[in-house]
């Protein structure tokens, strides 16, 4: 598994500015991702997903970039909020695969007043 | 209300003792999920179910049991606790098809002195 907790990457951002979020997913068959975000004390919170198909998907205030030549995926948050504070992580699906994801290390994002 | 609830949300136990998580889906989803989250490791999948009467093993299966008899719940019996099962439970389920997000529980943080 991926290292979180201690080990986290941590973005810091002025409350109103734009977030990104960069994740490198690891399998080049994968073709459904999807991005989740957790807060302290909670399950993982289903933002938003993007199929293979697409390169871009927008949702309210975020945005889910795919770029499958390199492998990476990035989640874009406007205009950030204090209630944006957590911790973010990517997963990947692939068809043959069945339902089964697989997670990123996650990142976490402190929005500063 | 719909969705997904796990019980209880804090367990302390001692080593040796047999304790069950349960959880309970109202989606009437197929594919259910059952994660441990520890500091350095991320979410590692221990078991896995895709219907009523059908389990299989995830990462991390050793020392745990499951069951689905119904399909709406997917309890998680730890036969004989031990200290490094100490971690934060994730129950999570999924509809059938591709391109399915899982949904997650809130969690339960068991102890296991």
């Known amino acids: 598994g991926e290292s979180v907790g201690l080990h986290l990457p941590t973005l810091s951002v002025q409350e109103g500015d734009n977030s990104i979020i960069n994740c490198a997913y690891s399998n080049s068959a994968s073709d459904y991702f999807i991005w989740y975000k957790q807060e302290s004390g909670k399950g993982p919170q289903f933002i938003i997903d993007i199929r293979s198909n697409m390169d871009k998907r927008q949702g309210q205030r975020v945005t889910v970039l795919l770029n499958k030549t390199v492998k990476h995926l990035s989640l874009q948050i406007a205009a950030t909020q204090p209630g944006d504070s957590a911790v973010y992580f990517c997963a990947e699906n692939w068809a043959m695969g069945g339902n089964m994801l697989t997670f990123g290390g996650g990142t976490r994002l402190m929005v500063k007043p | 209300d719909a969705g997904i609830t796990q019980s209880p949300r804090y367990k302390i136990t001692e080593t040796g003792r047999q304790v069950t998580l349960m959880c309970h889906q109202t989606?009437?989803?197929?594919?259910m999920f059952w994660y441990r989250q520890d500091l350095g490791h991320g979410l590692r999948l221990i078991y896995y179910?895709?219907?009523?009467?059908?389990?299989d093993k995830g990462e991390v299966p050793d020392g745990y049991v499951v069951s689905r008899s119904k399909t709406e719940n997917f309890p998680l019996t730890l036969e004989s606790a031990t200290r490094s099962q100490t971690s934060v439970y994730f129950c999570a389920s999924s509809g059938t098809g591709v391109s399915q997000p899982q949904h997650f529980g809130d969690g339960t943080r068991l102890s296991i002195l």
């Open positions: 989606w009437s989803h197929s594919y």
């Open positions: 179910s895709a219907a009523a009467d059908i389990t």
